[in-house]
């Protein structure tokens, strides 16, 4: 069976700092990756999401890029938090072929003070 | 470009009522739907999906869902509630043809009365 592992679970950061979540998947392989935001009371907004190994594509112009530097493993990153970069981090994946639905990971809750 | 709208952000059901969470759709090619339900500091749960075969559909928890095209819609239902159904719901759409993203709708809170 497939897992989705994100950590840390919880992270409180000053502003100025950097960031760096990270995303693993088990048990599938060539996955689509997703990273989402959902800041508080809001929807889930899309950051990232990526195709292949290396290959990126933003959705959203911001202070955060990603990467994939494994076939299973997604980054999210940061050189300099802001106070709107507060949220709830959601990383999903996706199976290539024949399947549509995405499956999350549990989350990671980002405080920048 | 597709879009989801969910009637209401805030639901509230006494236990045992019947659970209406309304979703409606917006897609130029025939979607894909789904619905995922998600607790307090948890990520998303799939509840369900449509992909094109029988319009009704059964998922997780006693939950289903029903596609109707001529209404663009995609409401959840649960004919019992149970005080765990309290949640945050949401639908989503997705295109067939390079279905690469999810639509996602803003979500609907679910308050279940004693």
């Known amino acids: 069976s497939q897992t989705i592992h994100q950590w840390p679970a919880t992270l409180v950061q000053p502003v100025g700092s950097p960031l760096s979540l990270e995303c693993t998947v088990e048990?599938?392989?060539?996955?689509?990756l997703y990273w989402y935001r959902q800041a508080a009371g809001r929807g889930l907004q899309l950051l990232f999401y990526?195709?292949?190994?290396?290959?990126i594509s933003s959705e959203v112009p911001q202070n955060l890029s990603a990467s994939r530097p494994q076939d299973r493993q997604f980054i999210l990153s940061s050189k300099k938090l802001l106070l709107s970069d507060s949220g709830f981090y959601l990383c999903?994946?996706?199976?290539?072929?024949?399947?549509?639905?995405?499956?999350f990971g549990p989350g990671t809750r980002l405080t920048v003070t | 470009a597709q879009s989801v709208t969910q009637l209401g952000s805030h639901v509230s059901v006494s236990e045992g009522a019947l659970v209406l969470l309304r979703c409606n759709y917006s897609?130029?090619?025939?979607?894909?739907l789904f619905w995922y339900v998600q607790y307090p500091n948890q990520g998303l749960q799939l509840l369900l999906k449509?992909?094109?075969?029988?319009?009704l559909v059964k998922g997780i928890n006693g939950f289903e869902a029903e596609f109707k095209k001529s209404e663009t819609s995609f409401h959840l239902t649960k004919p019992s509630a149970h005080m765990s159904d309290a949640a945050e719901y949401f639908c989503?759409?997705?295109?067939?043809?390079?279905?690469?993203?999810?639509?996602f709708g803003q979500g609907t809170r679910l308050t279940i009365n004693p």
């Open positions: 999903a994946w996706r199976r290539t072929r024949n399947s549509y639905e995405q499956y």
């Open positions: 048990g599938t392989s060539n996955p689509n």
């Open positions: 990526s195709v292949g190994i290396g290959q």
């Open positions: 897609s130029s090619v025939p979607p894909y």
């Open positions: 449509y992909t094109s075969a029988a319009t």
């Open positions: 989503a759409v997705s295109r067939i043809q390079g279905a690469q993203k999810l639509v």
